[in-house]
């Protein structure tokens, strides 16, 4: 079956550190992968898209690397900042389908 | 300003009452969809509409109605709420379907089914 996998444990850094946070997946063969920022009570917020052709793909201080062997991304904050506190959702296509599915997201926690 | 609004942003009712939360965009998007999360469980489409007319079943379906018959609009429908229906909801637009465009969300309604 396809997953979305996603580190369910919460992530504590200190700030100024670069914040790593992983997203696996199986049984999907996406062309594109995005990840998206959303704070408690609130829609999720478009952060980056990678192509698969695209290895790595930078935005200020967010980098998104993208490895279809390992069939893992992974998303990196460099110098974190308490107001970086949120929870990191990727989305994949579901192949062959219109929807768009999301990991369950990684919640990530910087503190002063 | 771009957005996604939703109507209303918190609904208390009771098992049985129909009720639709109201979905708009200004971005002339063509595809729109609704998603519901509950803890522990994630995301999850429920319906999703690639133009006018054209509506089709997410990965949650059941229980759920929607609509579109104006490009702007996407209303959702609960015929008849029950308690597992409980959840936060969000409806997202994008300029098409796919994964190239970012999806735009709206701030959420937080739906009590008691």
């Known amino acids: 079956s396809q997953k979305i996998e996603q580190n369910s444990e919460a992530l504590n850094i200190q700030e100024g550190k670069t914040a790593t946070l992983t997203c696996n997946y199986t049984?999907?063969?996406?062309?594109?992968l995005q990840w998206y920022r959303q704070d408690p009570g609130r829609g999720p917020v478009f952060l980056l898209l990678?192509?698969?052709?695209?290895k790595e793909k930078r935005k200020e201080r967010l980098k998104v690397t993208f490895d279809t062997t390992l069939k893992q991304s992974l998303f990196h904050i460099t110098a974190s900042q308490p107001a970086d506190s949120a929870t990191y959702l990727c989305?994949?296509?579901?192949?062959?389908?219109?929807?768009?599915?999301f990991g369950k997201g990684t919640m990530l926690l910087v503190s002063p | 300003e771009a957005q996604v609004t939703q109507n209303p942003r918190y609904l208390i009712t009771v098992t049985g009452k129909k009720l639709t939360v109201t979905c708009s965009q200004n971005?002339?998007?063509?595809?729109m969809s609704w998603y519901r999360q509950d803890p522990g469980l994630g995301l999850r489409q429920i319906y999703y509409?690639?133009?006018?007319?054209?509506?089709d079943k997410g990965d949650v379906p059941e229980g759920y109605k929607v609509s579109r018959k104006e490009k702007r609009n996407f209303p959702l429908i609960l015929e008849s709420p029950s308690p597992n229906q409980t959840s936060l909801y969000f409806c997202?637009?994008?300029?098409?379907?796919?994964?190239?465009?970012?999806?735009?969300f709206g701030p959420g309604t937080r739906l009590t089914v008691t």
């Open positions: 049984n999907y063969s996406p062309a594109y």
């Open positions: 509409s690639m133009n006018v007319e054209v509506t």
């Open positions: 997202a637009s994008s300029l098409s379907k796919g994964q190239l465009y970012e999806q735009y």
């Open positions: 990678i192509r698969e052709n695209e």
């Open positions: 989305a994949l296509e579901n192949s062959g389908y219109s929807t768009l599915t």
């Open positions: 971005m002339n998007h063509e595809y």
